[in-house]
């Protein structure tokens, strides 16, 4: 099949709403780590073929036709470029992929149009980029490139716009509920489309700890510190807030290897008085709602529903938490000092674990220092001990060209 002259290698199917958000939007859904000593170029660029062994997708051309997104072949070779600034996916310095590897100094970046992959496939994929990088530094190439195997496309890339409900009772979906119930601060917006950002860095066990000792999972945790920072920071305030908490979709359809957008948040609203009772009592409300919404009949009715109608995702109204998983490298170190992920977006955190630290990645706008500091010490009275606070700072995002 030939599209514009142009040999289509896969068809990946119907795109979704981010498709839009990915070609209008000027920073991505990227990870980025710090290391101890400066990047290894030969390393990462062999790194990064590996990951176009494993994962194709990396190396093919994407574009949208009729409402579907083509994959095709490009005669310029996809490498690891030097840069300062955020680099867009299918841009000059991707080389037209939807992944986009960048390195500066002693930090390494791996940005992807959403599109193509959600925060876990991202996630998935820069830990396999991660693992070779420490393997191909510490040992060298030989005898690694024969072990690594390719994956299918037709695995690696399912969005749940490809998924199809079969054999479930329909449920009751919640929706997001009117605005005006809920409370959103109006200070938590970025300004003229710059991005800012921050981190917690939290001692892992510590926080895992409190997830034991009341069963609650680290997003439901993660979602009823944060209510409390936001009602510490703003004492009179009486609505309710609502949280979109990222519901991975893989396990249930049986598609667990694929990268491409296989999750949806799932509205959580929470009320002053919740947030006020013991600890235990609110994670107990929290757990109840999610435990529902993790059901196979649930969460087969709700991609039945967005695959119907044009369902609202409220972005810039109420905090999306994703808990993206581990950054596993393996047993070959590389000497990771720092862990970030971002996007295009304010109000949202990314809780990332990395060996015995947990990261949490906050964009609360304007005021992501405030929110930092009020949510430390939330965390700490709790019980989660706070190793260190990074400052905001704002990402600088490619316009035209990188920075070599």
């Known amino acids: 099949m030939t599209v514009n002259g142009r ?11 981010y498709w839009w958000a990915d070609e209008h ?3 991505h859904p990227a990870i980025s780590v710090k290391l101890s000593d400066e990047v290894d170029e030969k390393a990462l660029s062999l790194a990064w073929d590996g990951v176009k062994k494993v994962y194709p997708l990396a190396d093919l051309v994407p574009d949208d036709y009729d409402e579907e997104i083509l994959f095709f072949e490009s005669g310029e070779r996809s490498v690891p470029q030097e840069s300062k600034e955020h680099l867009l996916p299918a841009g000059k310095g991707a080389a037209g992929r939807g992944l986009v590897l960048s390195w500066q100094t002693n930090s390494i970046t791996l940005g992807a149009y959403r599109s193509l992959a959600d925060e876990t496939g991202l996630m998935r994929i820069f830990s396999d980029l991660m693992k070779l990088y420490s393997t191909f530094r510490n040992r060298g190439s030989k005898d690694i490139f024969p072990t690594i195997a390719e994956k299918p496309l037709s695995e690696i890339f399912v969005q749940s716009t490809m998924l199809v409900p079969e054999d479930y009772e329909p449920q009751k979906i919640a929706l997001y509920p009117d605005l005006r119930e809920l409370f959103t601060d109006p200070e938590a917006l970025n300004e003229d489309g710059k991005i800012v950002t921050g981190r917690l860095l939290m001692s892992a066990s510590t926080f895992d700890g409190i997830c034991t000792s009341t069963g609650a999972s680290p997003e439901e945790l993660l979602a009823c510190l944060l209510a409390k920072t936001i009602y510490f920071m703003h004492p009179e305030e009486k609505r309710q807030l609502c949280f979109g908490i990222m519901t991975d979709f893989r396990k249930v359809f049986g598609v667990q290897e694929t990268v491409a957008p296989c999750s949806k948040p799932m509205p959580l609203l929470l009320s002053r008085e919740d947030v006020d009772a013991s600890m235990e009592m609110a994670l107990k409300k929290i757990s109840e709602i999610r435990n529902n919404q993790k059901t196979e009949a649930y969460i087969k009715s709700h991609v039945a529903m967005e695959n119907t109608y044009a369902v609202l995702n409220l972005r810039n109204v109420c905090t999306w938490i994703n808990f993206t998983g581990s950054l596993d490298v393996g047993d ?7 862990v970030s992920m971002t996007e295009y977006s304010a109000n949202s955190v990314f809780l990332i674990r990395e060996g015995e630290r947990i990261y ?3 964009q609360y706008g304007l005021v992501t220092g405030k929110y930092l500091q009020a949510a430390s010490g939330v965390f700490e009275q709790a019980g989660v001990h706070v190793i260190d606070i990074a400052d905001p700072y704002t990402l600088c995002a490619e316009t035209a060209m990188p920075v070599l």
């Open 360 to 362: 949490l990645c906050m």
């Open 332 to 338: 070959a170190p590389c000497g990771i000092t720092d």
């Open 25 to 27: 939007e000027p920073v």
């Open 7 to 17: 040999e289509v290698i896969y068809n990946g199917g119907p795109f979704q709403s």
